[in-house]
């Protein structure tokens, strides 16, 4: 568990699509309902150092029975001898406050939604900082989750059994590989010793989701990691 600090109303509002300054009203449910989602959250998170090795199927990942498919993993964990595995959560409460609120207000609800998502994004972030205060990593490579690029969101699953998931954080997946609750993320992060093409070129041209990125009309996500 952790404390879950102000959520970034200006990245909540790009989820919510607005291009440069939100207007009036999205700024005064942003204010109106900030606090309110703050209060309900309960986020968690769990992660797992593991070893990162490649062959002909894919790239294996000790301590999962899957291999990771794909070219774009592959890419993107080059050069990578460990990784870490990172499963994160704002609580059901989130799922929970969505619905009731698009109960009576379907733009509050949206302003909830995205709110949200800005608090898990926040979330990572804090998780990665803790992580990596103790965990050895001279360079890292930003999150990668199944479902972005070529690697299949059926993985899912075998992150979640990596990490013991269900138990620890209380997240579960779907039969369609959905995460519940829905505003949770899991995703690996590799480690190695120098850096990496992709790492001394961040930005939008090296992320794996360029062209397929709600934020790329609009200047970019700004994570740099």
């Given at each position: 568990m952790m404390t879950l600090g102000i959520i970034s109303k200006a990245e909540a509002a790009r989820y919510m699509g607005v291009k440069g300054e939100p207007d009036k009203a999205v700024r005064e449910l942003l204010d109106k309902y900030e606090p309110i989602v703050r209060a309900k959250l309960r986020p968690a998170y769990v992660y797992r150092e593991t070893e990162v090795s490649f062959t002909a199927d894919g790239v294996q990942?000790?301590?999962?029975?899957?291999?990771?498919?794909?070219?774009?993993?592959?890419?993107?964990?080059?050069?990578?001898?460990?990784?870490?595995?990172?499963a994160a959560t704002?609580?059901?409460?989130?799922?929970?406050?969505?619905?009731?609120?698009?109960?009576?207000?379907?733009?509050?609800?949206?302003?909830?939604?995205c709110l949200c998502s800005a608090a898990v994004e926040q979330v990572c972030e804090h998780a990665e900082e803790e992580i990596f205060s103790e965990v050895d990593a001279p360079f890292r490579t930003w999150r990668f989750s199944p479902g972005y690029g070529d690697l299949p969101i059926a993985l899912q699953r075998d992150f979640l059994l990596a990490l013991n998931a269900q138990r620890?954080?209380?997240?579960?997946?779907?039969?369609?590989?959905?995460?519940?609750?829905?505003?949770?993320?899991?995703?690996?992060?590799?480690?190695?010793?120098?850096?990496?093409?992709?790492?001394?070129?961040?930005g939008c041209e090296s992320c794996n989701m360029r062209g397929r990125c709600a934020f790329s009309e609009n200047g970019g996500c700004g994570r740099k990691n």
């Amino acid at each position: 568990m952790m404390t879950l600090g102000i959520i970034s109303k200006a990245e909540a509002a790009r989820y919510m699509g607005v291009k440069g300054e939100p207007d009036k009203a999205v700024r005064e449910l942003l204010d109106k309902y900030e606090p309110i989602v703050r209060a309900k959250l309960r986020p968690a998170y769990v992660y797992r150092e593991t070893e990162v090795s490649f062959t002909a199927d894919g790239v294996q990942i000790a301590g999962m029975n899957a291999v990771l498919t794909g070219e774009d993993i592959r890419r993107h964990l080059a050069g990578c001898g460990r990784a870490v595995l990172l499963a994160a959560t704002v609580s059901a409460e989130a799922d929970k406050l969505i619905r009731q609120t698009a109960v009576t207000d379907m733009a509050a609800a949206l302003a909830v939604d995205c709110l949200c998502s800005a608090a898990v994004e926040q979330v990572c972030e804090h998780a990665e900082e803790e992580i990596f205060s103790e965990v050895d990593a001279p360079f890292r490579t930003w999150r990668f989750s199944p479902g972005y690029g070529d690697l299949p969101i059926a993985l899912q699953r075998d992150f979640l059994l990596a990490l013991n998931a269900q138990r620890r954080i209380g997240l579960t997946v779907t039969e369609n590989s959905l995460l519940v609750p829905s505003k949770s993320v899991t995703a690996i992060i590799g480690i190695s010793q120098a850096p990496s093409a992709q790492e001394l070129k961040r930005g939008c041209e090296s992320c794996n989701m360029r062209g397929r990125c709600a934020f790329s009309e609009n200047g970019g996500c700004g994570r740099k990691n």
